[in-house]
């Protein structure tokens, strides 16, 4: 369930919720922030949910500090909700042999580092060296269609079941 821990308790409340067909919804991020510098974040709070589709669902945590505690937010619908992947800088097709030669061919070391206005330079030159290398050696992707979202089965099954019968009509 995404905890740091493998207690009893947990282990007891996993092999109930698999015998109940029971489903947890968490965004597998820590939830509570302890004070004492020698304790660990780690994930506490999630959902316990029963038949509600994953498509249906979203969790988002809510950084408002206002304890040691996140709380966590999980919004529900009638319909999927669409999900949107965050924007990623390389793919699984990226170059990285050729990235890391524009890396090695482009960096400048001889970089003024005196003042905090400098570090901030510096860090901006990295991080756009960095874009570079990555948009250079990352081939375009190709237009996807739009995306749709995950349909239930037997909603899918009547879909396919009334293109057929259109099919047949015509």
């Known amino acids: 369930m995404g905890s740091r821990l493998t207690t009893m308790k947990r282990r007891n409340l996993w092999r109930a919720m698999s015998d109940s067909n029971y489903d947890y919804i968490s965004n597998d991020a820590p939830t509570y922030w302890p004070t004492d510098p ?7 709070d999630f959902f316990v949910s029963h ?9 988002h945590s809510n950084y408002d500090l206002s304890s040691d505690r996140t ?11 669409d999900k949107t ?3 990623k ?8 042999n050729i990235f ?10 001889n970089i003024r580092l005196k003042s905090p206005a400098d570090l ?3 860090a901006h030159y990295f991080t756009t060296l960095v874009q570079k290398a990555a948009w250079f050696s990352t081939p375009a992707q190709k237009q996807q269609a739009p995306f749709i979202p995950n349909t239930p089965l037997h909603i899918r099954q009547l879909v396919a079941a009334k293109r057929r019968a259109r099919r047949v009509w015509q």
């Not at 020698?38 to 506490?44: E, Q």
């Not at 038949?51 to 969790?59: A, D």
């Not at 800088?89 to 990285?96: P, S």
Request: aromatic share 4%; charged share 25%; net charge neutral.
């Open 38 to 44: 020698r304790k660990l974040p780690d994930l506490l």
């Open 51 to 59: 038949g509600l589709p994953r498509n249906n669902r979203q969790i």
């Open 71 to 81: 709380p966590v937010i999980v919004s529900l619908s009638t319909a999927a909700i």
């Open 85 to 87: 992947l965050p924007p």
């Open 89 to 96: 800088l390389t793919t699984r097709k990226t170059e990285w």
């Open 100 to 109: 890391q030669h524009y890396l090695e061919e482009d960096t400048n070391l």
């Open 120 to 122: 901030d330079q510096a």
